[in-house]
């Protein structure tokens, strides 16, 4: 059982405020917020990433060892829960990796595992940016399966392909988020789409056309639409900031930061691996050999930094690291430090951004 914590400091709350006072934690849970006297660092709740493929030297695709690695690995930097993200595979890989998810026993050292994110097979082989030459148009008779082999949290897939608009409302109905992704669709097909109740925009901008004054497309549906969270990169590298704060205008409530991390995460520059792919890492940016995007070392405890670099306040930047992924998977009891939710709690030094303490359920994580 957890012990009793109490911290004090300037909490985040909900709405983007901030109330200074006492967080209570009891039992892995929020027992209660009391207003009150307490010293200037902020407590963030802890962030949740919807996109991860790896860290750490390790790679969701590599099976059990590799997934607890890098979940150990992004809480230290501040993420207490991710949905480990594959790449496109054959069935029987997917199918492996799925079943080490649903195998693995709970890690306290370890981000919390939401259910996998399957980034393909079902996406357009024009857009697969660095994604393996294993994209195809969608079936359900093959995808089935997988969602009875162990916990699928979202499935990215481009919505133009033959049989994508009737996959979506069957997975849907089984719980699974739909995102739209590594696409040519229109705003027409985008919206399509979404009214079959996909839900998500997998890296938004990235891997997919780009906005046009007389064929917005995907992007600028996805903006537009009340009921759409979009994923973001925000490591300088994938998008512009103008047209990130762009996009945090518009989709107000609605962008969750993701990494879309591999393996070279936390490895420095060098050579690394995606879906069997060489991956060169210079100066933070990891491309192909054709210089072709491949993913990001990204961690959200830079990503927080970042958002609060394009003018945010820490509180609203957090926003997007916990509470939005966390509505994106319909998880109330994540991402935000209200009674009875997770207690996941980043404690953060108001003037640096720095981490100084992360607790997940209520535990503090060794940060050695």
Known sequence: ???????????????????RGTLVLDDGRVESLREGDAPNRLLLPGCVDLHV?????ADVMDGKEGIAKLARFHLRHGTTALCPTTVAAPMEDLAWAVSAVACLPPDRQGARLLGVHLEGPYLNDARRGAQPDHCRAPNWAEIEPLLMIGPVAAVTLAPELPGALELIPKLARRGVRVSLGHSEASFDQAQAAFEAGARGVTHLFNAMRGLHHREPGLAAAALEHPEVISELILDHEHVHPALARLALRSARGRIALVTDAIRAAGCGDGESELGGQRVCVAKGRATLADGTLAGSVLTLDQALKHAVGLGLEPQAASLLLAKHPADALRRQDLGRLVAGAHADVLEVDADTLEITRIFRDGREVDLG
């Open 1 to 19: 059982m957890a012990e009793r914590v109490i911290l004090s400091g300037r909490i985040a709350t909900p709405d983007g405020g901030l109330l």
């Open 53 to 57: 493929h790896g860290g750490d030297g």
